[in-house]
């Protein structure tokens, strides 16, 4: 039994798929992205608001939308629909080493972790009765799950509340609890293990860094500008980013050294012209909803004002969006590379796909 009522199957479904040609030769991804390319835009009535993409196997991927959650294979263009009943303004989404995607939205509602294989979703203790459930081993800690990531030995982390746990495909187990003397509702936010084995945990406006094997964590001496964060993500160079829904960016590198970008003020500075093609961007910043740098040393920032790009080697700012690119939408909420190197970029009405 799925975890959601499925979608009718009789919903009309019309896809468009338009593979790189002519159409795109003066596509502003082709000047602004060096190194990659138009490989297809996918538009249909179920790709609307793309909130979450990650890769499952054999050229199939879980892809979550307005219309709930799916399993798309690119090699037949079939979509299996698993349902889905909540609007999420964000989510938090990780998979196991069994092959099973779990997801959870961002904060609230609160307690909703749901995982998933190619037959079904269900909640982890397999009943399904209520939305606002969790492991029972679990129940003791608030029920907001900030973070799912996966661990370099096959299980899975998850913060819920301010605990952080493991799942080993058959039990969770609670690591640690964080403890502030001076707040009882610390929140684990976001937290990934980086190729080293550290664990990177951001924790209301506090970073904390967690050694595996002796569970001891310190907290990272951090600029003094810096506020919470909600998302953090490890480039290929090892450096940590984080960033949070005012646009603010700090990174840390291998030697523990900071670097700090406020989008809008970085963006704008860069161009004299930027601001005038783009007025709204500054007044109604909504935030970084993922990240990724590609190995040109390209971070791509996505915001509901359209893909940001930052070459980080000539420390230059640009912003594409519907109305100068191919970019259906203005909203991008998701961006993930694929095994094969292509880089799926989700927005409010649809998909565009990127290949080296």
Request: net charge positive; with cysteine.
């Amino acid at each position: 039994m799925n975890v959601f009522t499925k979608i009718p199957r009789i919903l009309l479904l019309i896809v468009v798929i338009s593979k790189s040609n002519d159409l795109y030769a003066q596509s502003s991804f082709d000047k602004v992205i060096v190194g990659h390319r138009i490989y297809q835009v996918i538009n249909n009535r179920y790709t609307n608001s793309v909130k979450m993409i990650v890769e499952h196997k054999d050229g199939k991927y879980w892809v979550y939308t307005s219309w709930g959650l799916f399993l798309y294979s690119e090699r037949t263009d079939d979509w299996k629909n698993f349902g889905g009943v909540i609007e999420m303004t964000g989510i938090r989404a990780g998979k196991s080493h069994d092959g099973k995607l779990w997801y959870a939205p961002y904060i609230y509602p609160p307690g909703l972790l749901v995982s998933c294989d190619e037959k079904r979703c269900e909640t982890p203790d397999g009943k399904i009765k209520e939305l606002n459930l969790i492991p029972s081993t679990l129940k003791n800690s608030n029920n907001y799950i900030g973070a799912i990531f996966p661990s370099n030995h096959g299980k899975l982390w998850v913060g819920v509340g301010n605990k952080l746990t493991i799942y080993d495909s058959q039990k969770w187990h609670i690591i640690f609890s964080v403890s502030d003397s001076q707040t009882s509702t610390s929140l684990i936010r976001a937290g990934l293990q980086d190729k080293n084995r550290k664990i990177w945990l951001s924790v209301d406006t506090r970073i904390l860094e967690l050694n595996e094997n002796t569970l001891e964590y310190k907290a990272v001496e951090l600029p003094k500008s810096f506020s919470y964060m909600d998302m953090v993500y490890e480039d290929w160079e090892g450096k940590i980013w984080f960033t949070n829904t005012r646009g603010e960016v700090y990174v840390r590198d291998r030697n523990g050294d900071w670097t700090s970008y406020i989008l809008t003020k970085n963006l704008f500075n860069n161009s004299k012209d930027q601001k005038s093609d783009n007025p709204i961007f500054d007044a109604q910043f909504s935030g970084i909803k993922s990240i990724y740098k590609d190995r040109h040393k390209q971070v791509m920032f996505a915001t509901w004002n359209g893909l940001v790009i930052f070459d980080e080697s000539q420390n230059r700012w640009k912003i594409l969006n519907h109305q100068n690119s191919v970019l259906p939408d203005n909203y991008i909420n998701s961006i993930t590379e694929d095994s094969e190197g292509k880089i799926w970029i989700g927005t409010g009405k649809g998909i565009v796909v990127l290949a080296p």
